[in-house]
């Protein structure tokens, strides 16, 4: 920086790695998925060294929970290791507060290297004291967050900019900007970089990316679950003094998750399906997909293509979670009365009703085994009475 030139930093944001994330609806995929997280994350890191960033800022929630594995915070130590070369300063957020029994305290994380910074107090910190070298002048106010859950604004403390103070101003808070349209935890004041005199708010919680003109959510490096829209970025923001923030978005998530509920009328829907799949712009191999087929009718051949379908899928895809129901199957009939006293009950076990005494073994099935052994019961005696029908003809 040249003498009278207003001051730079240039920084890396990112925030809610969620190492450690349990991932129960992946089921057995979810192991594989924590170790994709890790590996997002080492993007992150490769995004800040090839942008010259002069460190990054881990916005809350680098850990799931307090509790995770002692594997899991091992690899982020080992991870951050690799990049000495940048000061990383993270800040506890409301999955990993700093509090009795937090993750901070064990002994894997004290074996975390000198350039890794936690911010576990909410005070003025000069980045030289942290990251020494020719660092433009600047003033930090981390908010680290103390609970799972509060309805105080943790930035509520960063006090206004004095006259005459020319440092850039970084604040770095986890929570929801209170103009987010959603129930708060920890609500921000909305305008709070521009109250306290701030030249930018480092933002995490929020899952998404969002950019606001002195704030921003860089959002979680690869997504946690269906229905969180925009993740899978991280922001590379550079601060000058008297300038808005110059903020570019990264890719570094991995994965697309598909969320699709579908009424199979006829072959078309299926080939429809499919073409979301081909078409989507994502290997497969990196997908993660919940579908839900419904189809009306009895028409065992649509039953059947659609249940080829998803084996298709399951063998392609990175993981699906997928439901075929069909809402009607009346054109089926039972001439056998046990048989279609059975159907009877578990039709009413699917809609939650009483089923007589007899049948506790199977009131006591997970809702998805009753509805498959429905639907085979079904295409059981529909194929039963097709061949029957064959034969007397």
Known sequence: ??????????????????????AGQLRERAGDLRRERLRAARRTLEVARSSGCELVVVAGDLFDRPDVDADAVDGVVSLFAEFSDIPILVLPGNHDP?????VWGRREWRSAPAHVHLLREAREIELSSLVGGEVAPAALYPCPIGQKQSRLDPTGWIPSRAEGDERLRLGIAHGSLDSMGKATNFP???????????????????????????????????????????AGSALVVTLRRGAPPQIEQHRVGRFHWVQ????????SDLQALRHVFDAGGSAPESTIARLR???????????????????????????????????????????????AALDASLHALEQGEPVPDALDELRAAPLEVVREARLQLRRWMGAARGELEEAEA
């Open 1 to 22: 920086m040249s003498a009278g030139a207003a001051p730079t930093l240039r920084l890396l944001l990112t925030a809610d790695w969620q190492i450690g994330l349990r």
């Open 98 to 102: 700093v509090c009795e029994g937090d």
């Open 188 to 230: 921000i004041a909305h305008r709070r970089a521009e109250l306290a005199g701030l030249d930018f708010l480092a933002l995490g919680d929020w899952h998404g990316t969002t950019i606001l003109e002195r704030a921003a959510y860089p959002g979680t490096p690869e997504q946690c679950s269906f229905g969180e829209q925009g």
């Open 260 to 267: 699709e509920e579908v009424e199979v009328r006829s072959a």
């Open 293 to 339: 087929l419904e189809l009306a009718g009895g028409d065992l051949q649509l039953i059947e293509r659609s249940e080829g379908l998803l084996e298709q899928l399951r063998e392609e895809l990175f993981f699906l979670d997928a439901a075929l129901e069909v809402l009607d199957l009346s054109e089926v009939e039972f001439e056998s009365p046990l048989l």
